[in-house]
Every structure is written in structure tokens, then in C-alpha cells.
């Protein structure tokens, strides 16, 4: 894939209820992130994923939020139990392991909770 | 987090060049500049980065004062579809490696 992958772009689901939202980095990146924004809001860091080092999860809002990245590769954002307040566009971004390289963004996953 | 200062919003009509100031006074002397911008519900999209000399792309000019101090994004003929909140990072890291966006400039571009 030429770019970052995210999915499902759009997911509805209702107040309570679990959701998974998937993030393909770009093949060989080791760094990946996961941003939140809320609407007309900026960028809300959540968690970085480097390598096989521990994960900085210092952004999650809550114990009902967790990310796992299997195998280096791709990642999976978990919320539990959602709530209205978390409705907002979930960003993943990638990049090498050069930190004098810029971060490239997928499309975004819009959750919205009812 | 972030360490660099950019005016809230910013004007521009269609065909003019766009001129975004940054001012990153803090910045140490190994630390590029990079700069994004996001299009309305849609994620970041890199545009051009730099440490010291000026840099030219497909998409815009970066000029970087000498003093490493501030620099201005330029994009030579504004169109429409260039409005957006447009970032600048610098550094785009921090120490642990997370990704750094401050408030950005929201550009408009109007006919």
C-alpha cells in the first residue's frame, strides 16, 4: 500500500456498545500514533507505538480506551463502553525510525455515538 | 508541547501567494522545521520541511531566516482548495518521540 490505511472510514454505533477501529501503517515503519479530533477541535494525542519498545499511552483519556499493535505492524484502537463524548475523527499516523523524517496520516476513522 | 507560534487565522485571495509565518525561537540547531496542513475533515498532509536552507517543492517554498528563528511557508498562487489549518512543527518530535502539533493557521482562501 502507497499510503497509511485506516478503517472503516465511518462507523456509527450506539452509546455503550464496543468499537475496534484498524490502522495499516505504511510497510516498515516502525513508529505509529494515534491522534483524536473532536469537531473544530485540534489534534489530541492518545499513544505511540516504537518498535518493540513499551508503548507511551499517556493520551488515553480513559481506562475504556486501548491500542495493541500486533507483529510491528498494523494496530487496533479499542473503546469500550462508548460514550457520546467520544465521537469524534480518529487519526493514525506512521513513520520510519529516522526521527528527522516526516509522519505520514491516513483518511481517518469518523466514529460517531448515539 | 508545542514550541512554535503562528497567527490564529489568515486570509488570502485566490491567485495571490499565500505568506504563513512561523516563529520557532527555541529551536536547537539540529531541529527541522516541517510544516502540514489539514483540509477539512481529512488527515494531515505533509508539505515541505527544512533545517537551514531554503527549500522548493511541488507544493510550496520554505524560507528560513538565518538565524534559524522564524520561517514563512509560501504558496506562490493560492487557489481555493488550498484552505486549511496549516501547521508548523518544529521540532516534530519531542525527546520521546511523539508527534508535535500546536493551533496551526486557519488559511482562507477567498475568490
Known amino acids: 500500500g502507497a499510503g497509511v490505511s485506516q478503517s472503516p472510514s465511518n462507523k456509527v454505533t450506539e452509546k455503550g456498545k464496543d468499537v475496534e477501529l484498524r490502522c495499516d501503517p505504511i510497510?516498515?515503519?516502525?513508529?505509529l500514533y494515534w491522534y483524536r479530533q473532536s469537531l473544530g477541535q485540534g489534534l489530541e494525542f492518545l499513544i505511540y507505538?516504537?518498535?518493540?519498545?513499551?508503548?507511551?499511552k499517556s493520551g488515553l483519556p480513559s481506562d475504556r480506551f486501548s491500542a495493541e499493535r500486533t507483529g510491528g505492524s498494523v494496530s487496533t484502537l479499542t473503546i469500550q463502553r462508548t460514550q457520546q463524548e467520544d465521537s469524534a475523527v480518529y487519526l493514525c499516523?506512521?513513520?520510519?525510525?529516522?526521527?528527522?523524517?516526516?509522519?505520514?496520516f491516513g483518511q481517518g476513522t469518523r466514529l460517531t455515538v448515539v | 508541547d508545542a514550541k512554535t507560534t503562528q497567527p490564529p487565522s489568515m486570509d488570502c485571495a485566490e491567485g495571490r501567494a499565500a505568506n504563513l509565518p512561523c516563529n520557532h525561537s527555541?529551536?536547537?540547531?539540529?531541529?527541522?522545521v516541517y510544516w502540514y496542513r489539514q483540509i477539512h475533515s481529512q488527515g494531515p498532509q505533509y508539505i515541505i520541511h527544512?533545517?537551514?536552507n531554503n527549500e522548493t517543492n511541488e507544493m510550496a517554498s520554505l524560507i528560513i531566516t538565518e538565524d534559524r528563528k522564524s520561517s514563512t511557508l509560501i504558496l506562490p498562487h493560492a487557489t481555493l482548495r488550498d484552505t486549511a489549518v496549516y501547521y508548523c512543527?518544529?521540532?516534530?518530535?519531542?525527546?520521546?518521540?511523539?508527534?508535535?502539533f500546536g493551533q496551526g493557521t486557519e488559511l482562507s482562501v477567498k475568490p
Open positions: 527544512g533545517l537551514k
Open positions: 499516523a506512521s513513520r520510519s525510525r529516522n526521527t528527522n523524517t516526516e509522519a505520514f
Open positions: 512543527i518544529a521540532p516534530i518530535y519531542n525527546q520521546g518521540g511523539k508527534l508535535i
Open positions: 507505538f516504537q518498535g518493540n519498545s513499551a508503548p507511551d
Open positions: 510497510s516498515g515503519h516502525t513508529a
Open positions: 527555541t529551536i536547537s540547531g539540529n531541529e527541522y
